[in-house]
């Protein structure tokens, strides 16, 4: 079961953040060209949230389950304990977090180019929190995870 946690989670990262990339740039179109917010924009924003959620919850069983994820007296000591164990799940959480109030805050706009703003700023905010987060991580963007 834990290896299929893995990669399922390795493999889901890709998804997300190709969808936080589509809903940024379509954000940062509309936001700039001043364009209406379409059923388009809000299914991306909704499908971003969805696998974002889906992402955290497999994350979190993950969380649970890791050798990697280690609580003793050398957890804050070892950066690669503490990586996991702290760094990564609180950064993770802030971006799904920031992914979460883009599209509940937006939908309850009257305005297309605050609901644009909206979802372009705090999409871009996560977007860096889980790049900061994977680069942190010393395994890169495009590597298969080792299963302990």
Same mark, same amino acid.
């Given at each position: 079961m834990y290896t299929g946690l893995? %990669? +399922? &989670? /390795?493999?889901l990262r890709y998804l997300v953040l190709a969808l936080l990339l589509a809903v940024i740039v379509k954000a940062l179109a509309g936001w700039q060209g001043k364009k209406p917010f379409t059923p388009v924009d809000d299914k991306l924003s909704l499908i971003l949230l969805i696998l /974002? %959620?889906?992402? #955290?919850?497999v994350g979190l069983v993950l969380y649970v389950k890791s050798p990697f994820v280690? *609580?003793?007296?050398?957890?804050m000591k070892d950066a #690669?304990?503490?990586?996991?164990a702290v760094e990564h799940i609180s950064l993770m959480l802030i971006a799904i977090v920031l992914i979460t109030v =883009?599209? /509940? +805050? =937006? $939908?309850r706009m009257a305005e297309a180019a605050a $609901? &644009?703003?909206r979802l372009f700023l705090f999409n871009t905010m996560a977007l860096a929190i889980i790049v900061l987060a994977i680069a942190m /991580? #010393?395994? #890169? *963007?495009f590597s298969i995870p080792a299963v302990a």
């Open positions: 893995v %990669h +399922t &989670h /390795s493999s /974002s %959620h889906i992402q #955290g919850v280690q *609580f003793n007296e050398m957890t #690669g304990l503490r990586y996991w =883009a599209r /509940s +805050t =937006a $939908k $609901k &644009h703003k /991580s #010393g395994r #890169g *963007f």
